[in-house]
T-cell receptor
Framework: DTAVSQTPKYLVTQMGNDKSIKCEQN?????MYWYKQDSKKFLKIMFS???????INETVPNRFSPKSPDKAHLNLHINSLELGDSAVYFC????????????????FGPGTRLLVL | DQQVKQNSPSLSVQEGRISILNCDYT??????FLWYKKYPAEGPTFLIS?????DKNEDGRFTVFLNKSAKHLSLHIVPSQPGDSAVYFC????????????FGTGTRLKVLA
């Protein structure tokens, strides 16, 4: 009965490959997020979807493409993986009352540890 | 350009004493602040938050103080317990045409028994 789940937990792959990370939340939230935590432990937001609509799209390479088939899922697809993509990727969700969106508590998944060789 | 900074990467405190974690920000548009706690191999979990219209918010052992003129907030944990040992992130947010939700760099707290 995990609230926010991510698969896989670990991902080791070669440079140049394409991979996807899946995220699902069973909290009934309208908003979902993807974060990247790099080797310096900075936690940076990449994307956010509210009811399947993209609302935050920070400056990330266009090799990264989020896909939200429904409001309970936000998957992250990465094309042509590079060494610098190695990081921990966290998915999160929040209730998503649009007016107070940024004031909301976010619930995080356990993270996906991506290592690009 | 890190708009939210936690200048102490680590902090050690004796059990039962007060832990004070600090966070500084540069953008005066931030109007809501949150603290998250993170254990190893887990995602961050929400701890406490404060709106910019307040200068203090308290929840049990946790109190957050906001000094807007100094662009500074702090998290006080009293009394500190070994289970509080974790990495603490502050986050600052605002909405102005676009949403911003920016995390600090984290402070690792170790509470010594």
């Amino acid at each position: 009965d995990t609230a926010v789940s991510q698969t896989p937990k670990y991902l080791v792959t070669q440079m140049g490959n394409d991979k996807s990370i899946k995220c699902e939340q069973n909290l009934g939230h309208d908003t979902m997020y993807w974060y990247k935590q790099d080797s310096k432990k900075f936690l940076k937001i990449m994307f956010s979807y509210n009811n399947k609509e993209l609302i935050i799209n920070e400056t990330v390479p266009n090799r990264f493409s989020p896909k939200s088939p429904d409001k309970a899922h936000l998957n992250l697809h990465i094309n042509s993986l590079e060494l610098g993509d190695s990081a921990v990727y966290f998915c999160a969700s929040s209730q998503g009352r649009k007016r107070g969106l940024v004031q909301e508590t976010q619930y995080f998944g356990p993270g996906t540890r991506l290592l690009v060789l | 350009d890190q708009q939210v900074k936690q200048n102490s990467p680590s902090l050690s405190v004796q059990e039962g004493r007060i832990s004070i974690l600090n966070c500084d920000y540069t953008n005066s548009m931030f109007d809501y602040f949150l603290w998250y706690k993170k254990y190893p191999a887990e995602g961050p979990t929400f701890l406490i938050s404060i709106s910019s219209i307040k200068d203090k918010n308290e929840d049990g052992r946790f109190t957050v103080f906001l000094n807007k003129s100094a662009k500074h907030l702090s998290l006080h944990i009293v009394p500190s317990q070994p289970g509080d040992s974790a990495v603490y992130f502050c986050a600052a947010t605002y909405t102005s045409g676009t949403y911003k939700y920016i995390f600090g760099t984290g402070t690792r707290l170790k509470v010594l028994a």
